[in-house]
């Protein structure tokens, strides 16, 4: 089968290819899907330069995300049979024509989803919940503000954060995605070109947001301390930035606010009760329709290269999902 493999760790993704494989089968209590669709993360990026906290054993088939039909069942499965629309995620493996996965790790995609939308919307808003409800606590009528709001985990944030009934105030660092963030449900959009600390301030009469979402680190960061209210909650999801952010530990004491580092995956791993109930929670969103994730562009699975380029030009709005 064809699969999208990293066989040798390369800063520019060149060590990342299109190739042939063995087809995978399935084990006991597992399922075997053909996958139609499959979703780019950034952290896809990360593991094939080598920066990810988990860091697979070389050569792995890229991709952590997919949605598709079932093949083939393992000896015990009960769940699923043939012909079941299913989609689920994994730390690699999606960017290829077959996957397996563990019956118990599968999730019908949502009757009203297409598959490249029941491959999207997993660990978007999976992330988002997890923030929100786990970490941050957050509380309906508090102000959120979410930077990195045009990518897929930023826009399923403000999704979340509207259900939740939070004042979303979104950032990007282009006008031309202004629009597409407010269609997502933001209250208020900025440009982060211009500073944010002030107008956060004047949005919020002064006191700062609740709670802050950043996905960017760095500068973003660094601004972001400036303008979070007292018992805020600064919820930090990575580092597109390039640059670890650092902080005194007098500025979160005297300004009141805690910083929270959050990894929607590991939660679930540690307390897997509360990762079912998370996970529940937004598959029932999605089946209610209250939820949908924007899709920026279907590519073929020959084009992953592409777009895991596209997603470190920052061109994208919302996800980019792979077909086959």
Known sequence: MRAFVCNTISEDLSGASLTEIAEPVAKAGEVKIAVRAASLNFPDILMCQGKYQFKPELPFTVGMEFAGDVVETGEGVTRWKIGDRVCGGAKTGAFAEFVTASEDGLRPVPAAYSYAEGAAFGAAYLTAYVSLVRRAR???????LVHGASGGVGMATIEVGKLLGATVIATTGRDSKMDAIRQAGADHVLNLRDGFREQVKELTDGRGADVIFDPIGGDVFDESTRCIAFD??????????????????????????SVAGVR????GRRFPEKGRENMAQVQAWAEDGLIRPRIHAELSLDEAAKGLGMLTGRDVIGKIVLTT
């Open 138 to 144: 957050i509380e309906a009528g508090e102000t959120l």
């Open 232 to 257: 805020g909650r600064l919820l930090v999801i990575g580092f597109m930035s390039g640059r670890i952010a650092e902080i005194k530990t007098n500025i979160p004491l005297i300004k009141g606010f």
């Open 264 to 267: 929607a995956g590991e939660y």
